[in-house]
């Protein structure tokens, strides 16, 4: 083979050197190991088994400024600022998939273990609780997709969750006398597919964070079906509050059909039952929809009816506080639309699943415990000492 010589002469800098065959036996010996050359160096520092040939740290980079960004090729910019390194998209696309993959395989498993410690009955709580809340909220969105489901339809619900404490929580009163809080810790988990898969993922957040060791378990949500099912399976303790703003969101579409978009007669219309909502007088609501004689207003009777248990607003703003889930609607904004719903694009849903774990636990300020020291334990290098 022919060999590459280095002569040190005091400080060098240099690259790889590499072996290549001389004859055609050698190159064909090479070849039936599916290889076309020897990098003795890479071999000597444990990377030629390492995926893109390039070090773990550099692919934990690399994933980092792929979930941040607008987009991969935004990533491959914005990597060549920070570290002068071309890396072009498809490579930042990869490493950010073989990443996002063992953050997820490993998410997977806890979730598994929680639901498995769930339906054997050996989860074990204290009899004395913790003095405090535990706040979990959920919600869905739609995700575009480059797969068709049985229907035709390329869309697909990216659920959410989020979960705090009242420990996570800094409240004060500001200048005019008003409650504010600041939620300061929190925990997202995103699933792209069912319910029964994502509720492992929710539970085995609710564990991590203290569900069964607070006095009190509060579940904020719109009001969906899906939310109210699983609340019921999962956390049968819990209190379940539907998210107000949205049932505002409702009492206005309701008056804007009723009152034909006329703004001088639904508006007036719709604050008055909010304000009768919020001060807890559901039931002057209810009786002022059934006189209305209307189909839209029989759909917002329906739906408060179905929810009367869970809209005793001035009892939840005494006891917790929070009668809305803003905490995950801003989350779905910041953890899945700011980077997986840019105009004009379609996702791999298993690629979308592991952009979707890793922004999960950036913005859950979780990236170093979750991220960085499972793939260093994963990707290990032996130790190595070299003479020259």
């Known amino acids: 083979m022919q060999r590459s010589v280095l002569t040190l002469h005091g400080k060098v800098h240099f690259s790889r050197y590499i072996l290549l065959p001389k004859t055609p036996a050698d190159r064909a010996a090479l070849l039936a190991e599916n290889k076309r050359m020897v990098v003795p160096l890479d071999e000597a520092l444990g990377i030629s088994g390492l995926p893109f040939k390039m070090t773990v740290n550099l692919m934990l980079e690399i994933a980092y400024w792929a979930q941040s960004q607008c987009s991969y090729e935004s ?75 049985a229907q035709g339809s390329t869309w697909r619900e990216s659920k959410l969750g989020v979960v705090f404490s009242s420990d996570d929580l800094y409240r004060w009163i500001d200048n005019r006398g008003q409650p504010r809080h600041k939620i300061n810790a929190r925990e997202y988990v995103g699933y792209i597919g069912s319910v029964q898969e994502f509720q492992k993922h929710l539970f085995a957040a609710a564990l991590r964070h203290g569900y069964g060791i607070y006095e009190k378990t509060v579940v904020i949500g719109d009001g969906a079906a899906w939310i109210r099912n699983m609340t019921e399976q999962l956390f049968p303790d819990a209190q379940q509050i539907l998210d107000y703003y949205h049932l505002c969101e409702n009492v206005n579409n309701c008056a804007k059909l009723h009152f034909n978009n006329d703004e001088q007669a639904f508006r007036p219309w719709a604050e008055q039952m909010c304000k009768l909502l919020k001060e807890g007088h559901w039931r002057q609501v209810l009786a002022a929809l059934e006189g209305m004689n209307s189909p839209h207003a029989d759909r917002l009777h329906g739906y408060i009816s179905n929810n009367k ?80």
């Open 309 to 388: 248990k869970h809209i005793d607003y001035p009892k939840y703003l005494q006891e917790s506080g929070f009668i809305g889930s803003g905490a995950i609607e801003s989350g779905n904004k910041i953890v899945l639309q700011k980077r997986l719903k840019q105009a004009g694009m379609r996702w791999n849903p298993v690629c979308a699943q592991y952009l979707l774990s890793l922004r999960a636990k950036h913005e859950s300020n979780l990236w170093n415990s979750t991220v960085v020291l499972p793939a260093l334990r994963h990707f290990q290098l032996p130790l190595l000492t070299c003479d020259f």
């Open 75 to 149: 990533a491959e910019q914005a990597i060549y600022r920070a570290l002068g390194l071309r890396v072009n998209d498809d490579t930042v696309r990869k490493v950010c998939n073989t990443i996002g993959k063992l953050v997820y395989d490993m998410d997977c498993a806890q979730a598994q273990q929680a639901a498995v410690l769930l339906e054997t009955g050996k989860l074990q709580f204290p009899l004395r609780k913790k003095r405090g809340v535990l706040y979990i909220q959920a919600d869905g969105a739609a995700l575009n997709t480059r797969q068709k489901d």
